[in-house]
């Protein structure tokens, strides 16, 4: 997640000081990330590493310039960024999942950097009745209040999980009988194909790259959306809500 220059985040969104920063990793709120000046040291910022370490927190170590970006109060070069959303873990959810007799239907996003982009496929996500939403830690968009207003409110409602690795979560769900579709143009299967109405995960790739090699191996299809215009590819939010429907339409039609 990236916070530009004309960003502007609300002061109950995050945290500054560390000392501060500390407590409101032990008082157990949720927080996005940390973001540590790179040339801290001292006993006390080594204390704050060990805790971000402890609860393995995302931490970014940046200059001066882009934490006085969010406050030029004393920030002492750390600033906590808080989760306006809890984040789940796929080992907590994908037991509760078969507990309550549900057919799943989760969304993988692998990689996904754009912002407003997430909080769209939020918003479809909600819609079409997703049941979980993945994505990375590292390298990847977050749920910030940005996204949040751009989901109108659906990434409320919609569990999302932030894995370490998006490889080990598509095996996790493998094994434990997940049919993985990826969305890709390498793919030589129109997207209506895919069985969507076994317990399935949809995998969206990120904006200039795609999905990953080694996720893209690991699919039990590689499906294609058509084109038939001049431009080769679809926005990304757009794409999630046109495999979605699909999973929504062979689902209606099989209830």
């Known amino acids: 997640m990236e916070y530009r220059r004309n960003d502007r985040i609300d002061p109950k969104n995050y945290v500054y000081g560390i000392r501060a920063v500390i407590e409101a990793i032990d008082s157990g709120k949720d927080i996005d990330k940390v973001m540590i000046r790179r040339d801290l040291t001292g006993d006390l910022i080594r204390e704050l590493m060990a805790k971000i370490k402890e609860y393995d927190i995302p931490m970014q170590k ?41 057919n799943p239907l989760v969304l993988i996003l692998d990689g996904i950097t754009d912002t407003r982009n997430f909080g769209a496929i939020g918003r479809s996500a909600d819609c079409a009745g997703v ?59 129109d997207y209506t194909k895919a069985d969507y109405t076994v317990p399935v995960a949809i995998v969206m790739g990120n904006e200039e790259t795609g999905i990953s090699d080694d996720v893209l191996r690991m699919s039990d299809d590689l499906a294609a959306i058509p ?25 209606v039609i099989t209830e």
């Open 227 to 251: 084109m038939r215009g001049n431009i080769g590819s679809l926005n990304v939010s757009v794409a999630a809500g046109v495999m979605l429907y699909e999973a929504v339409r062979q689902r």
């Open 131 to 189: 049941d979980a939403i993945v994505i990375p830690e590292r390298n990847s968009v977050s749920v910030t209040p940005d996204a949040l207003k751009t989901s109108a409110g659906g990434l409320f409602y919609v569990p999302v999980c932030r894995e370490k690795s998006i490889v080990e979560a598509v095996r996790y769900l493998r094994d434990n009988g997940y049919r993985i579709v990826a969305a890709t143009e390498k793919g030589a299967e």
């Open 62 to 102: 940046v200059p001066q310039e882009k934490l006085n970006r969010i406050t030029m109060k004393n920030h002492q070069g750390a600033i906590a960024l808080l989760s306006p959303v809890k984040y789940q873990r796929l080992e907590h959810l994908v037991p509760l999942f078969y507990e309550e007799g549900r």
